[in-house]
């Protein structure tokens, strides 16, 4: 990851962080340093890059890691009220404004990316007793300075945005903006496909060529798709993809316009009893895959990338608590939490 002290005059004044200066002052001054880990697991047993997975999905074959990585915003310690204290995060090369990168890939195994991981986020709050914890899944479309000017984050040009949203990899475009969260597996057998409807299966291996109301279809392809064609015309590839970012978003970033989406797909996640002294938050791979078979995919891109008319997204936008498509014509709810507390974070005693 790039540097990014050139960035440090902005996050100064970031109201986010402002915001969890003046609770400090109003606890007169004094703060308490805070660091919450985070973890990949698949029920009880640890998830990590070169290591069998065992169990997940509904056909329940094995499977390895091929990457995860997540974003988390507006993180929180909750007090004995209820209050949610927000956390003034450190700024580095994982964490900016009031946004953070966890990431668990490290190139072993059948992992892509870097040998770089994070699976902490340090900052402060204010002195006294919190008894849980909250963040949200995703990258905030704005965020303000100290001068009330806008500062685009989500829909920014990763090659000049600051550290940890520089990187290609957790990007679609600048209108569809970032990737959430980014878990792929490699299940033994790999994933098998319809037909492709396009004349070269390596472009249709990742759904290109099928409408999706989504992302672009081709913006995660490699330029060779790892794929088998079958003698019965369906075609089998390495890996299930789940790439969680907005989607039917509207408005032109490259010319500085504030980007909006119909479904903005961030995920509210909130562990009412968490001790950051004793405890970790963990990513359960279980219920995250429940009610999916990893070794079929019925078309569109293989796994879900946010796209409503994705027939695997339908049980993964239910695990993650949200709603894929509208409860009703003009609702205006798709992307929204389902008001059902997301079935795949849980916090652990620290090992």
Known sequence: MRAFTRF??????LVAVGGAQAAGKADGGERQQVAIRFALAAGDQPVECGRDIA?????????QLHDARFYIAAPALIDAAGHEVPIELEQNDWQYANLALLDFENKTGKCVGSADVNDT???SAPRGRYKGFSFVIGVPSVVQDKDGKDVILNHSNFATAPAPLDLQSMTWNWQAGRKFIKIEVDPDGGVTRPPPPAKNPALAANGAGEKTDGPPPMADAPKTAPLRVNSDGTITVSTWMLHLGSTG?????TKGE??????PNRVPV?????????????LDLKPLFAGIDLGKDQGFSTGCMSGPADPECTPMFENLGLR???TAPDANDAGQSSGASTKIFRAEVTK
Not at 249 to 253: F, K, T, V, W
Not at 258 to 263: D, G, K, L, Q, V
Not at 270 to 282: E, G, I, N, T
């Open 249 to 253: 978003c509207r408005g032109d970033a």
């Open 324 to 326: 894929l498509k509208e």
């Open 270 to 282: 909130k562990l009412a009893s968490f001790d950051p002294a004793r405890q970790r938050v963990v």
């Open 8 to 13: 440090t005059a902005v996050v100064a004044g």
């Open 258 to 263: 504030i980007t909006s989406c119909a479904n």
């Open 121 to 123: 986020i340090k900052g």
């Open 55 to 63: 169990g997940l999905g509904t056909g329940g074959q094995p499977a």
